[in-house]
């Protein structure tokens, strides 16, 4: 049996915008959108895999994907962010300025974020459940939400926040410029 040749890799199927770094054994699925807002930095490392439809933005800081770290399909990569080696992100996670030990593994469907919202912000929020997992010595916080679509209501709060379904729709139409003409 005969092989075909290496191809090279194609940028094509995935988004790339501002400073960006990634490694040429990265494996990037079709739909990922990689945006760095100034001053801020996305490093990807070798063997990192990026499933299809995420979208990691980094602001406030850089957003660093270790090496072998896996995002499944739908993850949501927001702030200054770090996920660990070997670290595994279930599909449709949000993180929000929030790091992730090496090794571990976050359910699908996670809201991870800084806690920097007042309380009082909490008691509006629709009702959820909420883990904390200890990892290595660290507590992160795990929430599940159990009506999504009413944060669209919700007003947006310094370094955190829940970003719903239009505000990426209306992201996605102005990083790709759609026009109906």
């Not at 979208?55 to 739908?74: H, P, R, T």
């Given at each position: 049996m005969q092989l075909p040749p290496p191809q090279p890799v194609s940028t094509s199927h995935y988004c790339v915008i501002g400073d960006v770094i990634i490694h040429p054994h990265a494996k990037i699925a079709p739909g990922v959108i990689l945006q760095a807002a100034p001053h801020s930095k996305i490093e990807v490392a070798a063997n990192a895999f990026i499933g299809a439809g995420v979208?990691?933005?980094?602001?406030?800081?850089?957003?660093?994907?270790?090496?072998?770290?896996?995002?499944?399909?739908?993850?949501?990569?927001?702030?200054?962010?770090?996920?660990?080696?070997?670290?595994?992100?279930?599909?449709?996670?949000?993180?929000?300025?929030?790091n992730v030990n090496a090794l571990q593994a976050v359910p699908a469907g996670s809201l991870i974020g800084d806690n920097s919202r007042p309380a009082s912000a909490m008691s509006e929020q629709p009702s959820h459940s909420s883990t904390v997992v200890n990892v290595a010595s660290q507590s992160i916080e795990v929430n599940s939400y159990t009506n999504p679509s009413a944060f669209q209501s919700t007003p947006s709060y310094h370094k955190s926040g829940v970003i719903g379904r239009s505000y990426v729709t209306q992201l996605l139409d102005i990083m790709f410029a759609r026009n109906s003409s």
């Open positions: 979208i990691v933005q980094a602001f406030e800081g850089n957003v660093v994907v270790n090496d072998n770290a896996k995002l499944e399909a739908g993850v949501l990569v927001l702030g200054s962010v770090e996920i660990g080696a070997n670290a595994c992100i279930g599909e449709s996670t949000t993180i929000i300025n929030t």
